[in-house]
């Protein structure tokens, strides 16, 4: 009997499938995540190791592997919710098919979110993960530079937080939520803390890290940034989200002193999204710190092409550290004279 064969019978959704290869001092281990209803991969990753002690490698598999499956599960759970509900929801579904909107990561999904989860508390107003996902949504629109009214939203975005930890106090995205809505709301020790316990309570939770080195970054620690947010990185590589991500951490190797790191960062957010206009802004400076002038003129040439907006997630930096916010626009002015 086969596993997916074996996880229908005991009536599993979901089946993790893996080999490992032993080639001298270097592991290579494959998983799969996979859909036992039909066999469909959800997710998969192949790991290249050094051989050392056989449980801390364990532990980096399983951690990298738990970080990594939790974001897929979550954005195929939605999606389907989104397929396949029609008529009269559940508050529950409201979420998860705000999820679907959520991870398209545009404005009008966004906004289209925002709707469905603010609906959901309205409906049950005791579901943790309708609040949890309204400030989720909320910072996120602040962040993008989608917000008519981002002090409102902010607002609306931590108190939604707020009231889920206080519903489940031990759900890390409660946390995280609250830590990304104070990042955005000006209050970056505030969202340290609550991006702490957020690890605490999940180790391999990987927006926690990535949290806490957006928060460090805001309370004007770059260096002390770039560690978490390499590392939630790390766990959750496949994010459409990690396009601000990568942005950050590219911020954070810069100000550090870091520019040929942050470059390469930078490229790797320009990947992710050929179009995304600060990512320019971000190749711009680090060419600039670099000395690239040729490079830094192109950059800012393409930026200026662009209709996206700004880098507004780097407002709550620019806000609460002037000398950054006079350096950054200090290479861009160089760039485009």
């Known amino acids: 009997m086969d596993a997916l064969q074996a996880a229908r019978e005991l009536g599993a959704r979901y089946v993790l499938q893996g080999s490992v290869r032993q080639s001298a001092l270097r592991l290579r281990i494959a998983a799969q995540f996979v859909d036992a209803s039909d066999g469909s991969n ?96 909320s910072a996120g629109i602040v962040a993008y530079g989608w917000s008519d009214a981002p002090d409102a939203d902010s607002k609306e975005g931590a108190d939604a937080a707020a009231h889920a930890i206080t519903l489940d106090p031990r759900d890390p995205y409660a946390h995280y939520a ?24 999940s180790s391999s939770f990987a927006l926690g890290h990535l949290v806490l080195g957006l928060a460090r970054l805001f309370a004007g620690l770059a260096r002390e940034a770039i560690e978490p947010l390499e590392h939630g990185l790390a766990l959750n ?12 951490l590219a911020h954070a190797q810069l100000l550090a002193g870091d520019a040929e790191r942050a470059l390469a960062t930078a490229n790797k957010a320009l990947a992710i999204r050929p179009t995304f206009r600060p990512t320019f802004e971000t190749l711009t400076c680090c060419h600039i710190a670099l000395g690239n002038m040729d490079a830094a003129r192109q950059c800012a ?31 861009l002015d160089r760039a485009r004279a």
């Open 42 to 137: 959800v997710w998969a990753e192949r790991y290249d190791l050094e051989m050392a002690d056989v449980f801390a490698i364990q532990d980096e598999i399983a951690e990298r592997v738990a970080g990594a499956i939790e974001p897929e599960l979550l954005k195929t759970e939605s999606h389907l919710a989104a397929m396949r509900h029609t008529g009269n929801m559940t508050a529950w579904d409201l979420v998860r098919q705000g999820m679907w909107h959520f991870h398209k990561v545009t404005r009008e999904g966004h906004l289209a979110a925002r709707t469905l989860f603010r609906r959901a508390c309205a409906i049950d107003p005791d579901l943790s993960e309708s609040h949890i996902w309204l400030g989720r949504v």
């Open 178 to 201: 609250f830590a990304i809505a104070n990042a955005y709301n000006n209050a970056p020790r505030v969202a340290v803390s609550a991006a702490e316990k957020a690890i605490a309570l």
């Open 237 to 248: 590589p496949n994010d459409p989200q990690n396009l601000a991500w990568y942005n950050l």
């Open 301 to 331: 040439s393409r930026m200026n092409e662009l209709g996206e907006p700004q880098s507004h997630f780097l407002a709550p930096l620019k806000e609460l550290h002037p000398e950054w916010d006079e350096q950054i626009s200090q290479m």
